[in-house]
């Protein structure tokens, strides 16, 4: 059974500063990992992919990789309002159906 | 270059009615995925097809439902006998064929669906 575990928050920080966000997997056999927004009745948005071990920056997005620890985790420099979303952690191992995690609930305070 | 569409975006049926949902993946990618999410959780998958052909289908996938992508372009999602259970969001993904990006899944707005 896959699992993928996130910390469902609420999760706040103050505007500008920097939100981590962290997830777990359960499957060592993931090879490719994603993080998705998600805005309240909306559907998910892909933000950051990360496929190999070590850091990723895009913007002001970035997405860290520790397949040893079976570890991800996104960083958030310079936190708007408009980050506030739930913030999907999902992994894949073949070219088939993402699992996801349940989701950490982020609020950027103005 | 249009994104995943899927209709409709909400749907109220009786119990026990049979509902189809619709979707049309982005246009050069072959894979589409269905989930499912349910308030307070991540989307669950469904069933996956590479073109035309159903390669994957989640043990969430009961009896009552049935995929189908007869052309390998759109696809639907058709559930017989709805249940009250069925209710939630019924999500479609895409992705393209080409290179390390063919893993990333791009998703539609949804279809929410309501069993009264």
């Known amino acids: 059974q896959k699992e993928v575990e996130q910390n469902s928050g609420p999760l706040s920080v103050p505007e500008g500063a920097i939100a981590s966000l962290n997830c777990t997997y359960s499957?060592?056999?993931?090879?490719?990992f994603f993080w998705y927004r998600q805005y309240s009745g909306k559907s998910p948005e892909l933000i950051m992919s990360i496929y190999s071990n070590g850091d990723k920056e895009d913007g002001r997005f970035t997405a860290q990789l520790n397949k040893a620890s079976q570890y991800v985790s996104l960083l958030i420099r310079d936190s708007q309002p408009s980050d506030s979303a739930t913030y999907l952690c999902a992994v894949l191992e073949r070219a088939d159906g993402l699992t996801f995690g349940k989701g950490t609930h982020l609020i950027i305070q103005p | 270059d249009t994104g995943v569409s899927q209709n409709p975006r909400h749907k109220i049926t009786k119990r026990g009615q049979n509902v189809t949902f619709r979707c049309d993946p982005i246009s050069e990618h072959n894979r589409l995925y269905w989930y499912r999410q349910t308030l307070g959780q991540g989307p669950e998958f469904l069933t996956y097809f590479q073109n035309e052909a159903q390669l994957e289908k989640s043990r969430l996938l009961s009896d009552r439902f049935s995929a189908e992508r007869p052309k390998g372009s759109f696809s639907t999602l058709e559930i017989q006998r709805t249940e009250q259970g069925d209710s939630a969001m019924y999500l479609c993904?895409?992705?393209?064929?080409?290179?390390?990006?063919?893993?990333?899944?791009?998703f539609g707005p949804g279809t929410r669906l309501t069993v009264t």
């Open positions: 993904a895409s992705s393209q064929p080409r290179g390390r990006s063919s893993y990333e899944q791009y």
């Open positions: 499957d060592r056999g993931s090879q490719s």
